[in-house]
């Protein structure tokens, strides 16, 4: 007979106090405590300075990455008030520190509109830094208080005389509550990037204290827009070639909601929408974005059908042919916004339609009946998607055929693992089939799959879409993956309810050929099957680049030349290296050991921490312009690197 379980009374509820909750629980305040939460910390510094640059009080905003992996973020508003609050009795720079849901934002007169998480954000740095200075100049005066873990240990001080005013901000997160401590430059400056053209004329700085070049001077970057909109389009669309050769853009407010968009087409065969709401990247799209896209359709099939441009077409047009080639940012400023949607950045605000719609509609229609020569471009280019989408339709359907979700079996090549819980399950996309076969012999069987590929796959970025699934390597992938791609909402969306596996790791030599092999696998996943990396299902292997030996025993594998370096060091001058040209080289047993076993192996996830900048580099990497190509690899090889 079991125990009577213990009485549930009063004394059972735990009543966490202040920022404990914080502390606690930090994934459901800041997402999570990976890098991604880490960097977020330093976003909700800097949304309070953009709030007062939205607000008229600020034009300056810096943001340093301290020797020590501390963040200062300094800004030239007013300055957060220091004087008692009569309700808390304490100063109001102390409540906005130490309080959940504090701040001017909730007051209408102080802010009209901002971003960050609405009061939770500053205090939820506080909470999870085990230091943090804030200093205000106001009223004449330099006012400044410390904190650890968001209690205050020091009290509200006078610390100087200032002309100007401002508030900085220097934090230190704390190193036991995330997983990583180390800022990631090209993170924040792709941050401080998208927040320059949200909002131009601010004038944004990164600088790093880390990184010094030969002079002593540290790594800096200054973020500037003067268009907005404008030039955060034709930044992204840098690397690819322009139909129409302009930018269509507006700013203006509708229903008491200021709408700004932007937009262009381009010769590629994707859509590149980016959505906004207070600065805040919605990356799930929402009521905006649904307005945005039925201006836009609605606006072109009427021109395109009063001009009777579309009589020659011998298919049905759908939405979807409006926007192949198009690159779009859409920003508002919602006053209470809703959001929803599984990482709640989901825009539900319903008035929001008819606002965006109306205003892209006014525009565009201004634009196409003022320049006809573009708007046949345009209109040309929605035909020959139409054309070229029921070409793939019919190539998508063959390949769909063979797929053993619809009876047909897989790819040959395909070594499958013996589980069938895609949660378990991995699959490596290795290069060759000699490193297939050392791959298939080094593998767990229970749980690991090996797909070898033949040579460099198509280059998805140049490519139609019946082109890519003409492709034999890559209708082998989606087989495979059991992935079937177009729904009848978007032709080229995958669908991945049947993924047979939930860890897909691209295995490639590490040489110039397999680096080539790994961008270009990538893009393909980037531009085919984003869901993936989205989901944080893609990842990239890491065999080691040398081995050590004395006499025959193996000291240790290498995977940079610092480690080899240690290694020779620490072994004295027997110690023999072997320099791995390829995976084919290694045995099976070397190969599981150091790159394939869960216990002892160095996985790479690949994330999209900005998708914009992805975008702009995979168009770069494997566009047409090779002189752009080769500036971007010289400048970026010192400070390359992927989400690990």
């Known amino acids: 007979m079991s125990e009577r379980p213990e009485e549930y009374s009063a004394s059972n509820i735990q009543v966490l106090e202040g920022l404990e909750a914080v502390r606690k629980r930090p ?49 030239d508003g007013r300055g957060i008030p220091v004087d008692m609050h009569e309700k808390e009795g304490k100063s109001a720079l102390e409540v906005v520190l130490t309080v959940l849901h504090a701040g001017g934002k909730f007051d209408k007169g102080s802010y009209k509109v901002s971003g960050g998480l609405h009061g939770v954000g500053v205090s939820c740095v506080n909470a999870l830094s085990t230091f943090l200075r804030a200093e205000v100049r106001r009223g004449g005066k330099i006012y400044a208080q410390e904190y650890s873990c968001g209690k205050p240990t020091t009290e509200l001080m006078i610390v100087g005389d200032s002309e100007t005013t401002g508030t900085t901000v220097t934090f230190l997160p704390d190193a036991s509550i995330f997983t990583a401590t180390v800022y990631d430059y090209q993170t924040l400056a792709n941050r401080l990037r998208d927040l320059a053209f949200l909002n131009a004329g601010i004038h944004l700085t990164l600088t790093d204290l880390r990184q010094r070049d030969a002079e002593g001077n540290p790594r800096s970057e200054e973020f500037y827009s003067e268009t907005g909109l404008r030039e955060f389009v034709q930044y992204i669309d840098s690397n690819k070639e322009s139909l129409i050769g302009d930018v269509i853009d507006l700013s203006t407010e509708r229903q008491g909601i200021p709408v700004e968009v932007a937009l262009t087409y381009n010769n590629t065969y994707n859509e590149n929408v980016y959505s906004f709401v207070n600065n805040i990247n919605t990356i799930e799209g929402g009521t905006h974005l649904t307005g945005f896209r039925r201006g836009l359709t609605m606006t072109l099939k009427k021109y395109a059908e009063d001009n009777k441009m579309l009589e020659k077409c011998k298919v049905e047009i759908s939405s979807d042919d409006f926007r192949e080639g198009l690159t779009a940012v859409v920003s508002v400023k919602v006053m209470e916004p809703q959001f929803e949607g599984q990482t709640k950045t989901k825009l539900g605000n319903s008035e929001v339609i008819g606002a965006v719609q109306t205003a892209v509609s006014e525009t565009l229609r201004n634009y196409l009946e003022e320049h006809p020569k573009q708007a046949k471009t345009i209109v040309d280019k929605v035909i020959v998607a139409a054309q070229a989408r029921h070409a793939a339709y019919n190539a998508r359907m063959k390949v769909q055929r063979k797929s053993p979700l619809y009876g047909g079996g897989l790819p040959g090549k395909l070594a499958d693992c013996q589980s069938r819980t895609a949660e378990d399950c991995e699959l490596f996309i290795v290069e060759g089939d000699s490193a297939g076969g050392t791959a298939k012999m080094g593998r767990d069987r229970k749980f690991q799959a090996i797909l070898p590929l033949r040579g460099k796959i198509l280059n998805v970025e140049k490519a139609m879409d ?73 990842y990239i292997a890491t065999p080691p680049l040398y081995k050590c030996t004395k006499g025959n025993k193996v000291l240790e594998y290498c995977w940079n030349d610092a480690q080899l370096q240690r290694c020779i060091e620490a072994n004295g001058d027997k110690v023999k290296v072997s320099r791995y040209k390829g995976l084919g080289e290694m045995s099976a047993q070397e190969l599981r050991d150091t790159t394939m076993s869960p216990e002892t192996r160095l996985l790479k996830q690949v994330q999209i921490n900005d998708a914009a900048a992805a975008d702009r580099i995979f168009s770069m990497l494997m566009g047409e312009d090779v002189a752009q190509r080769r500036d971007f690899i010289e400048a970026n090889a010192t400070y390359a690197s992927i989400d690990a």
Do not use: C, W
């Open 466 to 538: 019946h082109k890519i699934f003409d492709n034999e390597e890559i209708t082998n992938m989606f087989r495979a993956l059991r992935v079937t791609v177009g729904t009848e909402d978007d032709p080229k969306e995958a669908n991945l309810s049947r993924l047979a596996y939930h860890k897909i790791i691209i295995m490639t030599d590490a040489d110039v050929d397999g680096s080539h092999i790994a961008t270009l696998l990538m893009t393909f996943f980037f531009r085919r099957m984003r869901p993936i990396i989205e989901q944080g299902y893609l």
């Open 27 to 75: 994934a459901m305040y800041i997402g999570d405590i990976s890098a991604k939460g880490l960097h977020h910390l330093v976003y909700e510094v800097v949304d309070n300075s953009i709030d007062e640059a939205l607000a008229g009080y600020a034009t300056k905003i810096g943001v340093t990455i301290n020797e020590n992996n501390s963040i200062t973020v300094v800004d």
